[in-house]
Nanobody
Framework: QVQLVESGGGLVQPGGSLRLSCAAS????????MKWYRQAPGKEREFVAD????????NYADSVKGRFTISRDNAKNTVYLQMNSLKPEDTAVYYC??????????WGQGTQVTVSS
C-alpha cells in the first residue's frame, strides 16, 4: 500500500537547522511532484515547498525562501527538506505530499518541528 513516512523532526533552538526526510513506497515515485506543507497550532495547513518529478524545478513559500531547500533522491524514493536559520514561527507539524492529479495524491502522517530556546 501507499506509504509516506516523514522523519527528522524535533526540538531545535532558533537559528538552528533540521533536515526532514519523507520516504515513499507503494507508488511510482518518479511520476509525482513532491510537496511539503506545515500546520501550526490553530492555523490552517500551508504550502512550504515543492519539487518536480525529475527534481529540476522547485518552488517555495515566501516565508521560507532562502532558508529552506527541498530536494529528492529518486533512486531512494525520498524527498528532503533542509531547514536552516529556523525561527519560532516555523514551529509546526510538517507533512509531505505526493501529487500527480487531484485524484491521485497522498499525504504522510507528519513530523513535529519545534523551534524554541
Amino acid at each position: 500500500q501507499v506509504q509516506l513516512v516523514e522523519s527528522g523532526g524535533g526540538l531545535v533552538q532558533p537559528g538552528g537547522s533540521l533536515r526532514l526526510s519523507c520516504a515513499a513506497s507503494g507508488f511510482t515515485f518518479t511520476m509525482y511532484v513532491m510537496k511539503w506543507y506545515r500546520q501550526a497550532p490553530g492555523k490552517e495547513r500551508e504550502f512550504v515547498a515543492d519539487i518536480s518529478s525529475a527534481g529540476g524545478s522547485t518552488n517555495y513559500a515566501d516565508s521560507v525562501k532562502g532558508r529552506f531547500t527541498i530536494s529528492r533522491d529518486n533512486a531512494k524514493n525520498t524527498v528532503y527538506l533542509q531547514m536552516n536559520s529556523l525561527k519560532p514561527e516555523d514551529t509546526a507539524v510538517y507533512y509531505c505530499r505526493a501529487y500527480k492529479t487531484y485524484n491521485s495524491n497522498y499525504w504522510g502522517q507528519g513530523t513535529q518541528v519545534t523551534v524554541s530556546s
